[in-house]
């Protein structure tokens, strides 16, 4: 079956410029995970989601970075203003349900100039 | 100090060796446990759980050692394929959700 998916799959922006990154998780599956990797880092996670709600928006960086999902599916990671070391893969992830295996998107590369 | 803490390596090993990861946690309380392998610009994907009693996949052999809080990884008969960053994973499993918390990975590369 399809995996996640996300789209871009490579962004370049230039600093001061908003983003809007989106993830489709597999089908049916209810939780929903976004994780940021930068170059020779860890991924460090940011946020997730259990339908449509995030319970815990702490792991975002800034006030800048916001999240939503619909419908229990599709879901959009947005970065105003962007700046330098936003720079990173994005990555989500889906799990059928919360305390279940999440399973990886391809990732969308993002670059601020 | 790192909430899971690796050896980044890189670790450089002939084709048929046995090569062994471990990795380190700080949370006390965390419930689950995971390597996740990670190829050049691809999203990690899923290797083996971990459990307590230890389990094994083919060449792979994962182990849970709560008492020192560490985690390991064996790999008999290493394959050119095998070449990829090894993700070692925890879930902490606490009020907060199902996030996972990585750790910075190690580098396996496996030469002919």
């Known amino acids: 079956g399809a995996g996640v998916s996300q789209s871009p799959s490579n962004k370049v922006t230039e600093k001061g410029k908003d983003v809007e990154l989106r993830c489709d998780p597999i089908?049916?599956?209810?939780?929903l995970y976004w994780y940021r990797q930068s170059l020779g880092q860890g991924l460090e996670f940011l946020i997730y989601?259990?339908?449509?709600?995030?319970?815990?928006k702490s792991g975002l960086p800034s006030d800048r970075f916001s999240a939503e999902r619909t419908g229990g599916s599709v879901s959009t990671l947005t970065i105003q203003r962007t700046q330098q070391e936003d720079s990173a893969v994005y990555l989500c992830?889906?799990?059928?349900?919360?305390?279940?295996?999440?399973?990886f998107g391809p990732g969308t590369r993002l670059t601020v100039l | 100090r790192k909430e899971v803490e690796q050896d980044p390596g890189p670790f450089n090993v002939p084709e048929g060796a046995t090569v062994a990861f471990n990795c380190t946690y700080s949370?006390?309380?965390?419930?689950?446990f995971f390597w996740y392998r990670q190829d050049c610009r691809k999203e990690p994907k899923l290797l083996m759980s971990?459990?307590?009693s230890g389990n094994e996949d083919g060449r792979f052999t994962a182990q849970l050692n709560r008492a020192s809080q560490y985690i390991s990884l064996l790999i008999r008969d290493s394959k050119l394929s095998d070449s990829a960053t090894y993700l070692c994973?925890?879930?902490?499993?606490?009020?907060?959700?199902?996030?996972?918390?990585f750790g910075g990975g190690t580098r396996l590369m496996v030469k002919p």
């Open positions: 971990v459990y307590s």
């Open positions: 994973v925890v879930n902490p499993n606490n009020n907060a959700g199902n996030m996972l918390t």
């Open positions: 989601f259990q339908g449509n709600s995030a319970p815990d």
């Open positions: 992830a889906s799990s059928l349900a919360w305390r279940d295996t999440q399973y």
């Open positions: 089908s049916g599956h209810t939780a």
């Open positions: 949370n006390s309380a965390s419930q689950s």
